[in-house]
């Protein structure tokens, strides 16, 4: 296996768009991507849009966009059938989404944030002692990235938006990993699964930083379908999804996504995620 492939579909990115009637057997399956890591990964995007295509029996491609936000808005305007999204976007715009699937990491549809320093930091153990530092976000519309450590933040008494010196986006979990390790910022927020699979990959990225905190497991990112998506082509995908471990090429394309499969998921694997939006728009106010 070329492991080296091994994050490139990863985050809370991948979208699966289609049409707003039923599918033609002609009409492409556009499924865009995020821009979360930096390696080629042409060559594993070519054996999944093959998989998709043989699966589906509808031609796929896939197309890049560079943030959540802009995927979001496709699919809230129903110009894309399906999204791979982060547990925040699908909790606030949950009616304009349907839940299709559920990742499996470690057996279970669930992840963690990371709350992460330079490895050079030794003495750093709490979100609260980097009061006054730099401080990496990977994306507005990030659980993982964002939404944790901003409530996490407000439980401990303090404002979030005055708690460090100064915050940025990467618009990347390995850019905030990759930011913190070379000491552009002093803390960082990350998708633990993202973490843990890189460091599969790429041990020297990740061995320039440390997990200093881990939160509760929440619910992996989901994949979603637009809320007016017909019965069939919502069906079909979801067949294809949840049977990728059924045969060798799946399973093969699944452990370079370093997942065990998906299964079909309940809304309430993000209740708590819902929690802690609804704590920080009610915080804003």
């Known amino acids: 296996m070329h492991r080296r492939r091994l994050l490139q579909l990863i985050s809370c990115a991948v979208t699966l768009p289609g049409v707003g009637r039923a599918h033609a057997e002609s009409q492409t399956v556009r499924i865009g991507l995020t821009p979360v890591f930096l390696d080629d990964q042409l060559d594993f ?3 999944l849009r093959n998989h998709f295509e043989r699966r589906l029996g509808w031609p796929v491609s896939f197309v890049r966009r560079g943030s959540y936000r802009e995927i979001i808005e496709l699919v809230r305007v129903g110009k894309l059938d399906f999204a791979w999204l982060c547990g925040y976007p699908y ?6 989404m349907k839940l299709l699937a559920v990742p499996l990491y470690h057996g279970k549809p669930l ?5 992460i320093v330079p490895a050079a930091d030794k003495r750093t153990s709490s979100l609260t002692e980097l009061k006054g530092k730099v401080f990496a976000y990977s994306d507005p519309d990030s659980n993982s990235g964002y939404l944790y450590p901003q409530y996490s933040l407000l439980q401990a008494g303090e404002n979030p938006a005055s708690f460090f010196s100064r915050t940025f986006f990467t618009w990347g979990h390995r850019k905030v990993i990759e930011a913190v390790g070379v000491g552009l910022a002093q803390g960082g927020a990350v998708d633990g699964y993202v973490w843990d699979t ?4 790429h041990p020297e990225i990740t061995a320039a930083t440390r997990v200093i905190s881990r939160s509760p497991d929440l619910g992996h990112p989901p994949i979603v ?23 060798r090429e799946g399973a093969a394309l699944l452990k370079t996504l370093n997942l065990d499969g998906f299964v079909a998921g309940d809304e309430h694997l993000f209740d708590s995620i819902a929690d802690m939006a609804k704590t920080l728009a009610e915080a804003r106010r």
């Open 111 to 115: 992840y963690q944030s990371y709350l």
């Open 45 to 47: 995007l070519k054996q």
């Open 198 to 201: 890189l460091a599969l990959v």
């Open 91 to 96: 909790v606030r715009f949950k009616r304009d």
């Open 225 to 247: 379908a637009r809320a007016g998506i017909p019965d069939i082509e919502f069906r079909r995908m979801q067949k294809v999804l949840l049977s990728m471990g059924d045969d």
